[in-house]
Structure formats: structure tokens, C-alpha cells
């Protein structure tokens, strides 16, 4: 889902539920709907919302790191697959495909990392990076996210 939101396929939750339905094979039941719809709310928030943050779904820093290094490496699969589905080949500053390839590379993650410190260590800086990587994709793909109105009180 945050590949494709970077990749500027916008926040309209039907149109998300229909690439899910196709990604899934079948149209989500209803619990699924709402988790999904809930998911991409979160997503807007992150992408569009004033804080920097985006928060990577992995195992927790209790698994063992060749589990989250492969974790890792499905999170960039999954968003360079989303991002692909709705970018397409448009054509992308240097900055952008730099990140693109990154992605790609960090994809290619087995269980190189090994259980140290010094593992822990890129594991971290990875993930750090990939905080941030899909945010340049973002303002450079997506179209600019109308601020929701705040209700005002009289």
C-alpha cells in the first residue's frame, strides 16, 4: 500500500479495496475491508501528515535479526511491487530512481546480516533509511494530499 500511495495512486479507499481484491484474489470479507480501509488511513496520516514518520510493519527487535533482515527484504519486494503497479514507467528524477534502486537492493536481503552487533548495527541503518526513502517518492510522485478541515468551533 505505501508503494503504490508514493507512487501518487491517491487515498480513494475503493480504488485501493479493487487492487486488493486483485492482489488477493478475491474480494476481502468484511473485517478485511475495514482493516484495509484502516491501513490506508494510517498511510495517508504518515505521507501526508506533518510528522516524519513512517512505521515499517516488521517483527519486533526481539525476533531474531535474520527474521527481520528477511522481513526487510519482502517490506522493499512489496513496496517496489506496489510502487511499480501504479507508476508504470514514468519517467523519474535521478534522486528518485536512486531510491528505486536502493529498494531493489535492499529486496535482495537474505540472512547476510549476522547476529552481532555490527549486524545490528546495518540492520538499524537500514531500516532508518527506508523511514525515509519513501517520503522523496512521494513528493516527487503523489499530488499534493488536501489538508482535512479542521471543524471549527463556535
Known sequence: ML???CAGAGFDAQA???DAAEL???EPEESVRQALIGLQEMVK???AGDD???VL???SDDAPLAERALALGQWCQSFLAGFGLVAGD????SEA????QDLAAIAQIQDSLDESEDGESDYMEVMEYLRVAPLLLFTECAKPVPPTPKPSLH
Open 45 to 47: 496520516g504518515e505521507l
Open 52 to 54: 516524519i514518520a513512517i
Open 57 to 59: 510493519l516488521l517483527p
Open 3 to 5: 508503494g503504490r500511495s
Open 16 to 18: 485501493w479495496l479493487t
Open 24 to 26: 488477493l484474489g478475491a
Open 97 to 100: 530512481m536512486e531510491v528505486l
Open 90 to 93: 514514468r519517467a523519474l528524477s
